[in-house]
T-cell receptor
Framework: RKEVEQDPGPFNVPEGATVAFNCTYSNSASQSFFWYRQDCRKEPKLLMSVYSSGNEDGRFTAQLNRASQYISLLIRDSKLSDSATYLCVVNGAGNQFYFGTGTSLTVIP | DAGVIQSPRHEVTEMGQEVTLRCKPISGHDYLFWYRQTMMRGLELLIYFNNNVPIDDSGMPEDRFSAKMPNASFSTLKIQPSEPRDSAVYFC???????????FGPGTRLLVL
């Protein structure tokens, strides 16, 4: 079983829509969770960390469900500039981090 | 700071040749990671260093791959001999605890013919 699993999509949504991605992880001892964003032919960049109590950054909301071992990312009022691949990241042993294969989002005018 | 620097940005080589990828982490960061990204397998951790010491190389595919970090500002990933299945984008990233954010370089796009 993979450490981190994501629905690859693609998700194609109209501008202004709300879209949500989920990601499941296998290691119940994981403590750190993140969402990264990767634009086409670019490097991944941190979008936001995911805290136990959930956290919000503008139009983006991240949540953690430890019981079911998944994290989610909600994007409200989608913009064209949100089009990218979103990578779920979970820590493992030591300082090792496992990346999901990514969920592709395209926001359509 | 210039961020993580990788070279070359693109590499095209023939099967059997040696390939050397280079990385300069962000100054002051004491963790350095090498990743490989393909469409099929996504982003895979190959090896990571802490204070120039390799901590976990379990992701290195086979003996053809080797990585070194001779000092805090430089690391190399070497493939010898290269094979077509090594074609991928290779990323280097660095971080500095307690901030666990990994800062990625622009990557090296490797094509082995």
């Amino acid at each position: 079983r993979k450490e981190v699993e994501q629905d690859p999509g693609p998700f194609n949504v109209p501008e202004g829509a709300t879209v949500a991605f989920n990601c499941t992880y296998s290691n119940s001892a994981s403590q750190s969770f993140f969402w990264y964003r990767q634009d086409c032919r670019k490097e991944p960049k941190l979008l936001m960390s995911v805290y136990s109590s959930g956290n919000e950054d503008g139009r983006f909301t991240a949540q953690l469900n430890r019981a079911s071992q998944y994290i989610s990312l909600l994007i409200r009022d989608s913009k064209l500039s949100d089009s990218a691949t979103y990578l779920c990241v979970v820590n493992g042993a030591g300082n090792q981090f496992y990346f999901g294969t990514g969920t592709s989002l395209t926001v359509i005018p | 700071d210039a961020g993580v620097i990788q070279s070359p940005r693109h590499e095209v080589t023939e099967m059997g040749q040696e390939v050397t990828l280079r990385c300069k982490p962000i100054s002051g960061h004491d963790y350095l990671f090498w990743y490989r990204q393909t469409m099929m397998r996504g982003l895979e951790l190959l090896i990571y260093f802490n204070n120039n010491v390799p901590i976990d190389d379990s992701g290195m595919p086979e003996d053809r791959f080797s990585a070194k970090m001779p000092n805090a500002s430089f690391s190399t990933l070497k493939i010898q001999p290269s094979e077509p299945r090594d074609s991928a984008v290779y990323f280097c990233a660095s971080s500095f605890p307690p901030d666990q954010t990994q800062y990625f370089g622009p990557g090296t796009r490797l094509l082995v013919l």
